[in-house]
């Protein structure tokens, strides 16, 4: 410090010098770079990148049982020479919703819940973004790791697809579909899971409190379509909107009506689809009106 | 310009007044701002840094209304806040370069500037492991450095010396005082212990129930009270002293060991010097009587 190397040395000597405190007269950036930057971090952190090894564990855990089966499945379509994919891309990401359940339960907290907990918020509350800008920079974030975790495996089962020479045409459609699809569902994920999150700064509550949520309405609609529909046709209506009662059902549903996708051998008609729009849109909306209620909140405390 | 400026501040909640007409400015330097628990003063920061508006009033901080200039504001203040606001999973380097960012420095520049201060507030090795295993001093230190990282033109330091043991606070205040005078960076702390701000404030603002009790430089506080203080050999000396200063027609009385006297100009410095003398009593010590912060306040 600055008693060891007191001014009155000789400059000259070699020695190294306390130089004191300097001003910084660079640039700051404003709200929009900051709130960027906060997306990357929380980005980042969403797959334990800048955080502690064990924190790393889970998400990449996740990432590899997302990956893994579309891995051996490229392989098989390959070497096989296949004359039409096993798998269309958006089935994929409906068949692998307990582990995107299991991915937002565990990382939704850690960008929700931990700076709560912590009171770290306070720190982000007492710099230039806005709240606001901090819920969306979050949430923003927890949309673009589930992308991540969906779009990874889509990306390779795409590539694939190329390799094995199937329709380009057909195969990128797909590829489009299961994105745009996947992106519909991180939209409608991340909102449900931020939203509980920031709701308790308990870590634990906050994971159980998402899988129960996931899990037990995806059951639940699944039993109900099941017995509404017994022939599995779903000319019934009631069946049909039976799939507003989950996440994965209801982006699943909306999906195929926005990209007239009949891969599922029903589609809504345009009402029905209208109804699953305007319920995602609500759904969406008051979780991210609740989230901000929610930092408002914590902003006054 | 004041560094900060309140007219008519006033916080009211459903149940209690919080702030009560305050009315005070703060200039460069170190300024103090004492009041019990309850008594207004974290209310006070979180209204300068535009996190909850006023019920009725204005502030101004460095020429911004913490209203309608809250983003302004926060992005030329650093707060230190009371309570803990570490998480344990990140390094004190990692989370001070990412606030830094916060504050709308470049990545390449938050790196930089938490380096530096990060030394500056004395945390070496330390600060490349998680905090969840630092001490109450580190943390406070940590603490103190995210409120420094983006080279702040005010700082505003909430108990900064909570949970520190005597070693502690002592280097935690000497680092106050420098951030006020070599960092040229105008502070200002809250606390509750009055004596512990006497030795590093320029200005001390007194809060009582959300009301200004005082607002005044601590040499205005402690100044001298025109009493010199005068000590002699044995309590005797003391006594003719006494009965000697009053014949010549000053105002003296005896407290303690000591005689004090009311100063009416440099008269009186002679009369004490000339009185001891022709007296023959053994002088002790001669000086301008000045109060303690402690007793300014326990009125």
């Known amino acids: ?52 090894g064990k924190s790393k564990v889970m998400p990449i855990l996740l990432l590899a049982v997302m990956v893994v089966p579309v ?11 296949l004359d039409s994919p096993p798998i269309i891309p958006a089935h ?3 068949f692998l919703q307990p582990v995107i359940a299991l991915y937002l339960a565990s990382q939704a907290p850690q960008l929700f819940s931990r700076d709560l907990r912590y009171g770290s918020i306070v720190l982000y509350l007492a710099r230039p973004p806005r709240r606001t800008d901090y819920a969306l920079a979050k949430l923003g974030a927890l949309v673009i790791a589930l992308l991540i975790l969906i779009g990874i495996p889509l990306f390779i089962l795409y590539v694939g697809a190329l390799l094995a020479k199937f329709d380009v045409t057909d195969m990128t459609k797909e590829f489009a579909v299961g994105l745009a699809g996947g992106l519909l569902l991180s939209i409608l994920l991340a909102s449900i899971g931020g939203l509980i999150a920031a709701a308790t700064p308990r870590r634990g509550f906050a994971v159980a409190a998402i899988i129960t949520v996931l899990i037990v309405s995806f059951t639940a609609t699944i039993t109900t379509t099941a017995i509404l529909d017994p022939d599995q046709t779903m000319d019934s209506t009631a069946a049909r909107f039976a799939n507003l009662g989950s996440p994965f059902t209801l982006s699943r549903t909306l999906g195929t009506f926005l990209f007239r996708d009949d891969s599922d051998g029903w589609m809504p008609t345009t009402t029905q689809g209208l109804v699953f729009l ?18 408002a909140k914590v902003a006054h405390g | 310009m004041p560094v900060i ?18 009315t005070v400015e703060v200039g460069s330097g170190v300024t103090g701002l004492v009041g019990a628990n309850g008594a207004g003063k974290s209310t006070l920061l979180k209204i300068l840094l535009g996190l909850i ?40 380097t990692e989370f001070v370069v990412h606030l830094g960012q916060m504050s709308g420095l470049p990545a390449t520049a938050a790196r930089e500037r938490a380096a530096d201060v990060l030394r500056h507030v004395g945390l070496d090795e330390a600060r490349y492991r998680p905090m969840g295993g630092y001490s109450t001093g580190m943390k406070q230190r940590v603490k103190l450095a995210q409120a420094l990282t983006h080279d702040p033109k005010l700082v505003l330091l909430d108990e900064p010396t909570n949970g520190l043991d005597p070693a502690g606070r002592d280097e935690m205040l000497a680092l106050v ?17 009055l004596g512990e701000l006497e030795s590093v404030c320029d200005h001390i603002v007194v809060l009582d129930g959300g009301r200004l009790l005082r607002s005044e430089s601590k040499a205005a506080l402690t100044g001298e009270t025109g009493v010199l203080a005068v000590e002699v050999r044995d309590l005797s000396g003391r006594d003719r002293l006494g009965a000697a200063l009053a014949h010549a027609g000053a105002r003296a009385r005896a407290e303690g060991p000591l005689v004090l006297v009311e100063i009416t ?11 001891v003398a022709e007296l023959g009593l053994g002088l002790v010590r001669v000086e301008p009587h000045r109060h303690r912060l402690e007793e300014v306040f326990s009125v």
Not at chain 1, 7 to 30: A, C, F, K, M, S
Not at chain 2, 178 to 193: A, K, Y
């Open chain 1, 278 to 295: 305007g319920v995602y849109l609500v759904i969406v909306g008051l979780c991210v009106w609740g989230l901000n209620r929610r930092y």
């Open chain 2, 265 to 275: 100009g440099d008269a009186t410095y002679d009369l004490v010097r000339d009185t």
């Open chain 1, 1 to 52: 410090m600055s008693e060891q190397f007191a001014p009155q040395q000789n400059p000259r000597t070699g020695v190294i010098h306390d130089i004191g405190y300097r001003h910084y007269e660079g640039p700051r950036l404003g709200r929009f770079a900051i709130t960027q930057a906060l997306l990357v971090a929380s980005v980042r952190h969403a797959y334990g990148l800048g955080r502690s």
């Open chain 2, 177 to 193: 005082r420098r951030i006020g005078t070599e960092f040229g960076i105008p502070v200002l702390i809250t606390s509750h212990l």
């Open chain 2, 53 to 92: 508006a006023p019920t009725a009033g204005s502030a101004i901080v460095l020429g911004h209304d913490v209203v309608t200039g809250g983003e302004a504001v926060r992005a030329l203040v650093g707060y230190m806040p009371e309570h803990d606001c570490l998480p344990p999973d990140v390094s004190a």
């Open chain 2, 5 to 22: 400026a309140t007219t008519a501040l006033t916080k009211r909640y459903p149940r209690v007044t919080a702030l009560d007409e305050l």
């Open chain 1, 71 to 81: 891995a051996i499945i490229v392989g098989i379509e390959v070497a096989m020479k």
């Open chain 1, 92 to 94: 994929y990401v409906f």
